[in-house]
C-alpha cells in the first residue's frame, strides 16, 4: 500500500482508538450503567396489585461503577436517596468482581491510548520491529479489545447472577423487602460494547494496510546450498 494510504489509515485507526479511550473514560464514571425498577414486599408475599395501583409500590433504580440513584415506593410516596459504592456498599455487593470490572475499564483506557500514540508513530514515524511497530499495533488493539469484552462479561455476571440491583435495593432497609421487577443495561454499558465493535474495526483495518498477523509469519526458506553442491 502506498505510504499516503496507510497514513490516512492509520491515523484514522488513531482517531478511532482515541475515541475509544476518551468514550471509556467518560462511560466509567457515569451512573447509567443499569436502570431499573424494584416492587415493594411486605413480609414474605409481593404486593398484590394491578395498574396504577401497582405503580405506587414500584421504586426506580440506576446506577453505574461508583454511584447511583434509588427511588423506594411502597404506597406512602417515593423516598428518593442517592448512594455511592466506596465505601457503603462494600458489603453488601461481591466487591472483588466489582472492582476487577473497575480495573478492566482503566485497562481499555490506558491501551487505547497507548494504541492512539503508536498508531501515529507508525503513520509519521519509522517504527522498529519490536511492539512499537505493526506487530504492536495488533498487539494494542487485541489488549484493549478483549479488557472492554470482558467488561461487559463480567459486569453482566455481577448483574445477572450476583443480583445486583435487588442487593442495592434492599440495602439499609429494616422495614420492607423489595424484589427486582424490571431491569435492563443503560447507554454507558452499550457504550463499552461499541467500543469494542471499534476495537475490532481497527483490527480490520490494519490488516487492510497489509500488515499481516505476527503468528501467521513464514518461515524463510533456507537458502539453497548450490554453491556447496558445486564443491563436490
Same mark, same amino acid.
Given at each position: 500500500?502506498?505510504?499516503? =494510504?496507510?497514513?490516512?489509515?492509520?491515523?484514522? @485507526?488513531?482517531?478511532?482508538?482515541? %475515541?475509544? &479511550?476518551? #468514550?471509556?473514560?467518560? &462511560?466509567?464514571?457515569?451512573?447509567?450503567?443499569?436502570?431499573?425498577?424494584? +416492587?415493594?414486599?411486605?413480609?414474605? !408475599?409481593?404486593?398484590?396489585?394491578?395498574?396504577? !395501583?401497582?405503580?405506587?409500590?414500584?421504586?426506580?433504580?440506576?446506577?453505574?461503577?461508583?454511584?447511583?440513584?434509588?427511588?423506594?415506593? @411502597?404506597?406512602?410516596?417515593?423516598?428518593?436517596?442517592?448512594?455511592?459504592?466506596?465505601?457503603?456498599? +462494600?458489603?453488601?455487593?461481591?466487591?472483588?468482581?466489582?472492582?476487577?470490572?473497575?480495573?478492566?475499564?482503566?485497562?481499555?483506557?490506558?491501551? %487505547?491510548?497507548?494504541?492512539?500514540?503508536?498508531?501515529?508513530? *507508525?503513520?509519521?514515524?519509522?517504527?522498529? !520491529? #519490536?511492539?512499537?511497530?505493526?506487530?504492536?499495533?495488533?498487539?494494542? #488493539?487485541? $489488549?484493549?479489545?478483549?479488557?472492554?469484552?470482558?467488561?461487559?462479561? +463480567?459486569?453482566?455476571? !455481577?448483574?445477572?447472577?450476583?443480583?445486583? %440491583? =435487588?442487593? $442495592?435495593?434492599?440495602? *439499609?432497609?429494616? *422495614?420492607? &423487602?423489595?424484589?427486582?421487577?424490571?431491569?435492563?443495561?443503560?447507554?454507558?454499558?452499550?457504550?463499552?460494547?461499541? $467500543?469494542?465493535?471499534?476495537?475490532?474495526?481497527?483490527?480490520?483495518? $490494519?490488516? +487492510? &494496510?497489509?500488515?499481516?498477523?505476527?503468528?501467521?509469519?513464514?518461515?524463510?526458506?533456507?537458502?539453497?546450498?548450490?554453491?556447496?553442491?558445486?564443491?563436490?
Amino acid at each position: 500500500m502506498p505510504s499516503r =494510504q496507510k497514513q490516512l489509515l492509520f491515523s484514522v @485507526c488513531a482517531l478511532l482508538a482515541f %475515541s475509544c &479511550a476518551l #468514550t471509556a473514560a467518560v &462511560a466509567t464514571g457515569l451512573p447509567f450503567w443499569v436502570s431499573g425498577a424494584a +416492587l415493594c414486599r411486605t413480609g414474605a !408475599e409481593l404486593v398484590n396489585a394491578t395498574g396504577p !395501583e401497582l405503580d405506587k409500590f414500584v421504586g426506580e433504580l440506576s446506577y453505574g461503577l461508583f454511584q447511583g440513584r434509588r427511588v423506594k415506593q @411502597c404506597g406512602l410516596g417515593g423516598r428518593s436517596s442517592r448512594f455511592s459504592f466506596f465505601p457503603d456498599l +462494600l458489603s453488601a455487593i461481591p466487591a472483588g468482581l466489582h472492582i476487577t470490572v473497575i480495573f478492566f475499564c482503566g485497562a481499555v483506557i490506558l491501551f %487505547s491510548s497507548v494504541a492512539t500514540g503508536f498508531f501515529f508513530f *507508525n503513520a509519521f514515524g519509522r517504527p522498529y !520491529e #519490536t511492539l512499537q511497530g505493526p506487530m504492536g499495533l495488533y498487539v494494542w #488493539t487485541l $489488549i484493549s479489545g478483549a479488557s472492554s469484552c470482558l467488561v461487559l462479561v +463480567l459486569f453482566a455476571a !455481577e448483574v445477572k447472577l450476583h443480583r445486583l %440491583s =435487588q442487593r $442495592i435495593a434492599n440495602f *439499609n432497609e429494616v *422495614n420492607f &423487602a423489595f424484589q427486582t421487577h424490571a431491569e435492563r443495561y443503560d447507554r454507558c454499558f452499550w457504550l463499552f460494547f461499541l $467500543i469494542f465493535l471499534l476495537h475490532a474495526v481497527n483490527g480490520l483495518l $490494519i490488516r +487492510l &494496510a497489509g500488515v499481516t498477523l505476527p503468528f501467521s509469519r513464514h518461515k524463510e526458506a533456507p537458502l539453497s546450498g548450490g554453491a556447496a553442491d558445486l564443491m563436490y
